[in-house]
């Protein structure tokens, strides 16, 4: 594939294309014909699986030596080479090309991508986590220090995401810890933009964005040139770039047994559609 980011995000099954009549279920309730992990660049699913748990933990243990172990793993994967290498320096290098003082990242599968590019650039790291609290490492492979021990005043963050869809994150809490703590954001980069109204929502915000690859046409025409996916899960997959939920509504007329089958396979399935259901998607 002549985009390498791409080529990356099929090799290591960071994106994952459903069979034409099996698509897959989101937390939504929705149905759809793609999933995103964008962490499985770091090597594959297992790693990235065993590094989450590996957070998780560490986030339990002690928040202001989990970023330097996390770090740790991080810098383990990026001095192996290959994909993860990759992906770090091109992040480093968009990264640098923007005004910032310290580079943020968000719980949990931000700091796969946003740990790499501020050791590499030699700035500090903002840990964010999801209740909005937050730790600041002058250096990142150094141990943190609490809120109350940093002056964010007048300094410049960038923050940098695996995956943005609708930026609800960033609305939510990433933007708010930055700049209720006297800092300020204009930019973010991402390793991939889902197109799904994020960067619209980031620039009402007053942030933009920049990101390495996005969830379009171009890449699933280069998917479909290397053979990855075939001609019919293309077309599914343009109609729900197209609209997600015409999408699902074609796909359930289409397969009028569909709901009722999957309610009868009991757990996630069922859930999922009985989700949809209640949320008057089918």
Known sequence: MGNAIIEALFDTKAIRVAPEDTPFWYTSGRLGPFFINTHFLLENEAAAGEVLKRIEQAIANDRLTAPEEIFDMMLAYYNKGGTFKMVSDKLAEEASKLDFDFISGGERRDYFFSMMPAYLLGKPHLTIFKDMTYVYSEKIEGQAVAASEIELTGKKAL???DLVTEASSYERAWIPVIRNNGA???DTVAVVDRHQGGEEVLKGLGVELHALTG?????????????????????MILHFLESPAEYMT?????????IENEIAKGGKNKERAELAISKGYC
């Open 250 to 258: 074609a796909f359930i007329k289409a397969h009028p047994d569909f």
């Open 159 to 161: 923050h940098i995401a």
């Open 184 to 186: 300020e954001i204009t």
């Open 215 to 235: 969830i379009d046409e171009q890449l699933f025409d280069e998917a479909l040139t290397n053979g990855v996916i075939n001609e019919n899960q293309k077309a």
